[in-house]
């Protein structure tokens, strides 16, 4: 059973029978979903099929491993084609695995485990396919949370642990009307001369899957500190801190070339600053004025803001 989906104006096909697999798919992809009859105007990125087990391929390089929202991930390809194996944490024994061409738009996967595992897997492959199918169209997964004011998004990137999702806590409660688009994974593309984000059916431990987008109006690196200070960053020092924070292949040369071209492009239409912040309410009123989100008249004893809004039940880490 194929079902269609588009994110940030990219079509993309789930194909599978698996009617527990989809019913758990259907909570993250159900806003993005849309008829065959209204995707046929756009090109399919990639379409991943669900199959039985199939065969490893014997001659494929082991390329890398590296974690990906929780899962260990082998990456092995051959000349022409890619093999992506998820592991079990604990034996390392494979639970998943995809093959694909290495344009990656026709792949196909076998699922192991409960209905929920059979979810994390396929999930994973699909988020791992947007990301690399999509740098070929101007177009990134981010890891950053996103939060827009007045029109426009902001993208707050930093290791994981060092405080994204605080920070845009911090926003929705002392920044009055905010909103949170994504909290982990969202997609930034160049469309007609602008900067978009995208909200996307991956958002990491909070369930923020909005079919929303906004012009970008900075992105913001976040560093812990004693003081909260904020400042613009030059080219080189942008460069470095996007980079580290979109997905990427840096052995495959055709796709880091075309990452690297767009976060070029990307730079030359945006600005980009460094944070140095503490968890607390005036970092955010420090920040949402550093990039000219907020003149702060409107809150200016940080009262919390009844005007900011999150989505209906998602959960910010203050409130767990």
Known sequence: MAKHCIVAGLHFVIDTDDKELLDLLAQRYAIFSCSASAAAGVPVLFALHHQERFEPLADARLMSEFECEGAWCAYAQTDTQVQITLLDETTHEPCAQMQCGNDFQDAR??????????????????????????????????????????????????????????????????????????????????????????????SGKTPCYRNIQFPVGGFVQITRDTTNHISRDGVVQTFANLLTSCSGVKWDKRLYRAQGDTLAAIIGLVPAYTLGCTPYREAAVVCAQGVGAWDGSADADFTKNAQSMKPAGVTLPEEK
């Open 109 to 202: 996967c076998w699922l192991s485990g409960r209905a929920g595992m059979r979810e994390y897997c396929y999930n994973n492959f699909l988020m791992m396919l947007f990301a690399f199918a999509s740098m070929d169209r101007q177009t990134l997964l981010f890891h950053a949370s996103v939060i827009e004011r007045n029109g426009k998004a902001y993208l707050f990137l930093a290791k994981s642990g060092t405080g994204k999702s605080t920070h845009s806590t911090l926003w929705l409660k002392h920044v009055p009307g905010c909103q949170l688009v994504n909290d982990d994974n969202p997609a930034v593309g160049i469309r007609n001369g602008q900067v978009i984000v995208y909200g996307t059916p991956w």
